[in-house]
């Protein structure tokens, strides 16, 4: 794509303003997650605990999946969005009431139910796109919000690494509310109407056909498998755990995780650039071993922060690639009129996958288990995954 295919989607005046309430949203939820991420660990966290945290990050969208068309469905699109905003807003004031480890419990609520709103606001928002947008302009404006994500993963990382070091967790928070509240103003000028699908099905029936219909395709069942196994690389967790163990000798928590995971996602946003054109269906395979084969690799380097940067770049270069073939083998497959559920046991069995692998960091860290060994395991994953796709193709592709 070129930049003017891309600026002709931005001239969209509901795209643009849309968009651009999309990356203030993206930007706050990470920017404070690095204050987060050092309050815990300032505070004593226990391995288990930061992992808890991080799996609260990944929750909503196993819990609220098979209910957020239906509520989508049900509440005008503004109104919808206004109201996710202001939960926002309000979560994150909370956040500024957590002042030890005691308050361990209600950061994990806080951060579900900023969770839980900013995973509507994302399905809703791309619920609309296909209502307003057609053919080749719908295409660019999914590409754009995927673009956006990683450019703001790795904003917010870096910037709220910088703030939490120099201003402090509270500061933090409090210009993380600011970010909210423009986006929440920038919603009230959205030139918007349309109404709210009738919804005459109960939500329980739609879960309970899609699965039988899920059970009746089993190759959907082996593709949503490989969409999960992307799962290997959810890294927060470790990365929390490596600052507090090696980085913090050499540089702040805060500014360590930050800037670790801003070069990760960097690395995301490049990757598909240079790889997506060459993965396909007969040879994702070797793919998977090569991402597999980057993560034991920077297991050997990763207790040096300088070298780690590396690493991690070259790790985080495949990962978005493979989340998207995967997610568009998938698409592929699924009958138009089963394709909001499939996709969204798709989501939860992905997000579930995520929160076992940092449970898992998080028990075999508490454990004693080196971090070394923990991520060689998490590349053999994706080894183990190779294998599992040959298998694969061979029955269901050939």
């Given at each position: 794509m070129t930049q003017n295919s891309y600026w002709d989607v931005l001239k969209h005046p509901i795209i643009a303003r849309l968009t651009l309430i999309q990356f203030i949203s993206y930007f706050g939820t990470w920017f404070s997650q690095v204050a987060i991420a050092s309050m815990i660990l300032e505070y004593g966290a226990s391995e288990l605990a930061i992992a808890y945290i991080f799996m609260m990050l990944m929750l909503p969208a196993i819990v609220l999946a098979p209910l957020s068309g239906w509520i989508i469905d049900k509440v005008s699109f503004k109104k919808l969005m206004g109201i996710l905003l202001l939960i926002e807003i309000s979560m994150t004031l909370l956040f500024m009431t957590v002042n030890s480890l005691d308050d361990l419990n209600s950061l994990m609520l806080f951060v579900f139910i900023r969770s839980s709103a900013s995973s509507i606001l994302f399905a809703a928002e791309m619920a609309l796109f296909p209502k307003i947008l057609q053919g080749e302009m719908l295409k660019k404006t999914?590409?754009?919000?995927?673009?956006?994500?990683?450019?703001?993963?790795?904003?917010?990382?870096?910037?709220?690494?910088?703030?939490?070091?120099?201003?402090?967790?509270?500061?933090?928070?409090?210009?993380?509310?600011?970010?909210?509240?423009?986006?929440?103003?920038?919603?009230?000028?959205?030139?918007?109407?349309?109404?709210?699908?009738?919804?005459?099905?109960?939500?329980?029936?739609?879960?309970?056909?899609?699965?039988?219909?899920?059970?009746?395709?089993?190759?959907?069942?082996?593709?949503?498998?490989?969409?999960?196994?992307?799962?290997?690389?959810?890294?927060?967790?470790?990365?929390?755990l490596l600052a507090d163990l090696h980085y913090k000798y050499i540089l702040a928590i805060p500014l360590a995780i930050g800037w670790i995971n801003a070069?990760?996602?960097?690395?995301?946003?490049?990757?598909?650039?240079?790889?997506?054109?060459?993965?396909?269906?007969?040879?994702?395979?070797?793919?998977?071993?090569?991402?597999?084969?980057?993560?034991?690799?920077?297991s050997f380097v990763q207790h040096s922060y300088g070298v780690a940067i590396l690493g991690i770049f070259i790790v985080g270069l495949l990962s978005t690639s493979l989340w998207s073939y995967t997610y568009y083998m998938l698409q592929q497959e699924i009958e138009v009129k089963f394709l909001g559920r499939v996709i969204a046991y798709n989501d939860m069995v992905?997000?579930?996958?995520?929160?076992?692998?940092?449970?898992?960091?998080?028990?075999?860290?508490?454990?004693?288990?080196?971090?070394?060994?923990?991520?060689i395991i998490m590349g053999c994953g994706f080894m183990v995954t190779a294998l599992y796709y040959r298998w694969f193709k061979k029955n269901y592709l050939s």
């Open positions: 999914n590409e754009i919000h995927s673009i956006v994500w990683s450019v703001c993963f790795a904003a917010g990382m870096a910037l709220g690494g910088l703030v939490t070091y120099y201003l402090g967790y509270d500061a933090t928070f409090l210009i993380d509310v600011l970010l909210y509240t423009i986006a929440f103003l920038l919603l009230l000028g959205l030139k918007l109407s349309l109404n709210p699908i009738e919804h005459t099905e109960s939500a329980l029936f739609m879960m309970k056909s899609g699965f039988i219909y899920l059970k009746n395709h089993k190759k959907l069942i082996h593709l949503i498998i490989l969409h999960a196994s992307i799962g290997f690389t959810s890294f927060e967790t470790l990365i929390t070069t990760r996602a960097l690395a995301m946003t490049i990757g598909p650039l240079l790889f997506s054109k060459y993965i396909n269906d007969k040879n994702i395979h070797y793919f998977f071993a090569l991402q597999g084969l980057a993560i034991i690799l920077w992905f997000m579930i996958f995520n929160i076992v692998v940092t449970l898992f960091v998080g028990y075999a860290a508490k454990m004693g288990m080196e971090l070394e060994y923990i991520t």
